[in-house]
C-alpha cells in the first residue's frame, strides 16, 4: 500500500500494472484498494492504463476502485484479473459499474475477463444502465468469465 501511495509523486506514471503473489488473505487488500484509490483521484495523476493481476478483491474493494474512478478523468485502460476465489458479487460489481456513468469519464477500454463467475444477470444490468449515457467506452471485454449466471435478459440489457 506504502508503494501506491508513493507513485501519486510520480506524475509522468502513464502505465502502472499491478501483480500480487499469493498470500493469506488479510486486510492488506483493502490497504491497498484504498491507496489505489487515493492515486487515481489524486487530479495531477496521469495514469492512463491501469492492470492488475493476481489480486483479492471484495465488494468494498471493487466499490473504493469504482468510486476513485468517477473523480478520474485519465484513466482510458483498465484491466482486472482475480484470484478464483475472490468475493465480489454483483452488488460490488453494480457499484463499480456506476463509474461508467459518470459524463467525464475518461474509460475507453475495461477488461473484466479475468473475474471467473460473479458477474450475472444483476452485474450486467447495473453495467447496461451505467452505460445508457456513456459515449467513450470502446470496449467491455468479459471474455473468460463463466457466463453461467448470464440470462438471456441480462445479455439483452446490453
Given at each position: 500500500?506504502?508503494l501506491i501511495?508513493?507513485l501519486a509523486?510520480h506524475h509522468?506514471?502513464?502505465?502502472?500494472?499491478?501483480c500480487?503473489?499469493?498470500?493469506?488473505?488479510t486486510?492488506?487488500e483493502?490497504?491497498?484498494?484504498v491507496?489505489?484509490g487515493?492515486?487515481?483521484?489524486?487530479?495531477?495523476t496521469?495514469?492512463?492504463?491501469?492492470s492488475i493481476?493476481?489480486?483479492?478483491?471484495?465488494?468494498?474493494?471493487?466499490t473504493?476502485?469504482?468510486?476513485?474512478?468517477?473523480?478520474?478523468?485519465?484513466?482510458?485502460?483498465?484491466?482486472?484479473f482475480?484470484?478464483?476465489?475472490?468475493s465480489?458479487?454483483?452488488?460490488?460489481?453494480?457499484?463499480?459499474?456506476?463509474?461508467?456513468?459518470?459524463?467525464?469519464?475518461?474509460l475507453?477500454?475495461?477488461?473484466l475477463?479475468?473475474?471467473?463467475n460473479?458477474?450475472?444477470?444483476?452485474?450486467?444490468?447495473?453495467?447496461?444502465?451505467a452505460?445508457a449515457?456513456?459515449?467513450?467506452?470502446?470496449?467491455l471485454?468479459?471474455?473468460?468469465?463463466?457466463?453461467?449466471?448470464?440470462t438471456?435478459?441480462?445479455?439483452?440489457?446490453?
Amino acid at each position: 500500500a506504502e508503494l501506491i501511495a508513493s507513485l501519486a509523486f510520480h506524475h509522468n506514471l502513464r502505465e502502472l500494472y499491478l501483480c500480487f503473489a499469493e498470500y493469506e488473505r488479510t486486510n492488506y487488500e483493502r490497504k491497498w484498494c484504498v491507496a489505489l484509490g487515493n492515486l487515481l483521484k489524486n487530479q495531477e495523476t496521469q495514469v492512463e492504463k491501469l492492470s492488475i493481476y493476481n489480486s483479492f478483491v471484495d465488494d468494498e474493494g471493487v466499490t473504493i476502485l469504482g468510486n476513485a474512478l468517477v473523480k478520474n478523468n485519465e484513466l482510458k485502460q483498465f484491466n482486472i484479473f482475480l484470484q478464483e476465489n475472490q468475493s465480489i458479487t454483483s452488488t460490488g460489481w453494480v457499484a463499480f459499474s456506476r463509474c461508467l456513468a459518470n459524463p467525464n469519464s475518461s474509460l475507453e477500454e475495461l477488461d473484466l475477463s479475468g473475474t471467473g463467475n460473479s458477474i450475472n444477470d444483476e452485474a450486467i444490468i447495473g453495467f447496461a444502465n451505467a452505460l445508457a449515457n456513456n459515449r467513450r467506452l470502446k470496449t467491455l471485454h468479459f471474455g473468460f468469465i463463466n457466463t453461467s449466471g448470464i440470462t438471456p435478459s441480462g445479455w439483452s440489457a446490453l
